[in-house]
């Protein structure tokens, strides 16, 4: 390598690649710590994708108390990550949030937000953690080479700058979101400096569905649905919870975080999901309560009836499924027959799944550096001696609902304490 033209020369104590959640966590603490530090981050802002997670509200992280039922989460990642949590697992990072003027909030299925609901707070939190850490930050400054030599690293380059340190922390994230800058150099950093590379696979997407008219119900969503796949016909899951429609398919945490099994189904066979609008309630009552409610509006159209009847936005897209039924009808015409299909439908709506939207729509991807090279207890490289690996560069499938940042937040503290 050096092939690339050195104008300077600059040395720190701990040099850290990246600034997004896991690194200007990493960063934030080996300042804290009393080292000086460089950040070093390729776009115009710190924190890109932090600031637009959780649709601009940043689910923080997830409140879960007991720390075994939280590692659980993480798949077969789990028995590695005991120790790292132990250090700085939830009730820590959830204190150090709070303790330096962040207030957080938590919502439902333990889902922990900043109190403003505000992404963009989080990232200013930072900066002023930074601040205080005296870290130097470099903006607009891609990292163009690293140099190592005898399992060492012994500078980066940037913008015809050398920099050395005695320590590096690598917190490129992963692939998920590349119009943030997560494209993935930091796999091929790893791979060069001798590490082994999981494919990345997009394991938290939306799914696409074959079916035209689902683009009349975008961004449209059911509170709580039943979602039940089935491959060539074969019942194989159901998960429960809120879905949303988009212009390609179905999204929503429920959707997100099946996407795994059903990118697994997809190699078996013709998938189709069946969506139950009303899943606490079975089929012969549903059918009683709309006899009920359109005997309390005799002289409506079914088309106005049903819109009181059904989650906001969905009867006139849900009604043209039954060509058969004229929505123009009074109620108190409908036949029984007629009803039972209202009830069917809205107990049973069918869609086909064709694939999962990609890396450009994933939440999160899986896919990094196998945890048996890396020294969990300090995030140091078995591979390269004074190189710290955190985040999404690592290989843990996670499901959404803050897992992801709190694999930033304690792998970020570890790296910088440690550095």
């Not at 709070?98 to 919502?107: A, D, R």
Request: glycine share 12%; charged share 20%; with cysteine.
């Amino acid at each position: 390598m050096g092939t690339r033209a050195i104008v300077s020369k600059e040395t720190y104590d701990v040099i850290v690649i990246g600034g997004g959640a896991a690194g200007m966590m990493a960063a934030a603490m080996a300042g804290a710590g009393g080292k000086r530090v460089l950040l070093l981050e390729k776009n115009g802002k710190l924190g890109e994708k932090l600031a637009i997670s959780g649709g601009g509200r940043c689910n923080i992280l997830n409140a879960e108390e007991d720390a075994r039922v939280l590692v659980a989460n993480y798949g077969a990642a789990q028995p590695f990550l005991h120790s790292p949590f132990a250090t700085f697992g939830m009730l820590e990072t959830y204190g150090f949030f709070e303790s330096n003027g962040l207030p957080l909030t938590v919502q439902a299925k333990q889902r922990a937000f900043p109190e403003s609901e505000r992404a963009r707070d989080v990232v200013d939190f930072f900066r002023e953690q930074l601040t205080a850490g005296k870290v130097i930050v470099k903006l607009r400054a891609p990292v163009e080479e690293i140099r190592a030599k005898s399992g060492k690293i012994e500078s980066v380059l940037a913008g015809g700058i050398e920099y050395r340190a005695p320590a590096y922390v690598l917190a490129t994230g992963g692939v998920s979101h590349p119009e943030t800058g997560s494209t993935g150099d930091g796999f091929d950093w790893l791979r060069d400096l001798g590490h082994t590379v999981i494919a990345p696979t997009p394991t938290i997407v939306p799914l696409k569905a074959k079916e035209g008219w689902v683009k009349d119900l975008a961004g449209k969503s059911v509170p709580e649905a039943k979602a039940t796949f089935f491959a060539n016909g074969t019942r194989k899951f159901s998960t429960t919870g809120p879905i949303l429609f988009t212009h390609q398919g179905l999204s929503g945490p429920t959707i997100l975080n099946a996407a795994g099994k059903v990118s697994d189904l997809l190699h078996e066979g013709v998938v189709t999901v069946e969506i139950d609008m009303f899943p606490k309630t079975d089929l012969g009552i549903l059918d009683r309560e709309l006899r009920d409610y359109f005997d309390t509006s005799k002289n409506k159209s079914l088309k106005n009836a049903f819109r009181g009847f059904v989650p906001n936005g969905l009867s006139d897209v849900l009604l043209a499924r039954l060509p058969e039924i004229d929505p123009e009808t009074k109620t108190h015409s409908v036949t029984k027959e007629q009803r039972r299909l209202l009830a069917e439908l809205l107990k049973g709506l069918m869609l086909t799944i064709t694939g999962l939207l990609g890396f450009e729509k994933a939440v999160v991807a899986d896919g990094g550096v196998p945890l048996t090279e890396i020294d969990m207890r300090t995030m140091r490289s078995l591979k390269i001696e004074n190189l710290h690996v955190v985040g999404d560069l690592l290989h843990i499938s996670r499901p959404s609902g803050g897992y992801s940042l709190q694999l930033c937040w304690t792998t970020g503290f570890i790296a910088g304490t440690n550095a």
